[in-house]
Structure formats: structure tokens, C-alpha cells
């Protein structure tokens, strides 16, 4: 891979993301208030091609990753990508659905 683990050009760009993201909605807005309580798309603080998640139900922990989270971290990375290289590229996605 070209860059690695995550998109270590994402702090050179943040500022760039934020303000394309800004008053922007999430495509799948039952998603987004599912997970966010809006579908304002919030500035990105951190990398969101990697993301950190305690699963369970115990407290402290942040439940289960599903479809609503999965598409919105996949709206966050394509928005740091057309920012980065515009459309310069056609991306491809996959993904593993296994659940054990």
C-alpha cells in the first residue's frame, strides 16, 4: 500500500476536509442520527480510516459496529479523499460482513 495504516496525509489536510464537510449532511441520514443524533457531518478530529471502538454493552463501551456506523466512516474517508486528490480516482471499497 502506498501510504501505509490509515491516511497519514490526513493533518496536512484537516483543516481543507473541515472546511469542504462544513454544513454538509450525511447521504444516509437515517444512519447519521442513529449513531450522531444529526446528519450534520461534525469536523474530523482524527483519521477516519482508522477507527478505535469498544464493542459490547458494558459500561463504558460503545455498543456494536453495524451498517449505520460502517457508512458513515465510508462518507468521512471518501470526503478526505476527494479533498486529497479531487477526482482523479475511482475507489473501490470492500468489505468483510463476517460477524465472528
Known amino acids: ?11 496536512l489536510y ?3 476536509i473541515n472546511k469542504f464537510r ?3 449532511k450525511y ?6 442520527n442513529k449513531i450522531l443524533q444529526t446528519n450534520l457531518k461534525p469536523d474530523l478530529i ?9 464493542y459490547g454493552n458494558a459500561d463504558g463501551k ?3 459496529w453495524s451498517y449505520d456506523h460502517m457508512i458513515l466512516q465510508v462518507e468521512d474517508v471518501l470526503d478526505v479523499l476527494v479533498v486529497a486528490f479531487g477526482d ?3 475507489y473501490v471499497f470492500l468489505f468483510d460482513h463476517s460477524c465472528g
Do not use: H, N
Open 22 to 24: 462544513s454544513g454538509r
Open 88 to 90: 482523479k480516482y475511482e
Open 14 to 16: 484537516k483543516d481543507e
Open 62 to 64: 460503545e455498543g456494536y
Open 27 to 32: 447521504i444516509d441520514s437515517i444512519a447519521a
Open 46 to 54: 482524527e483519521d477516519p480510516f482508522i477507527r478505535l471502538f469498544m
Open 1 to 11: 500500500r502506498d501510504f501505509g495504516f490509515g491516511f497519514p496525509l490526513f493533518d
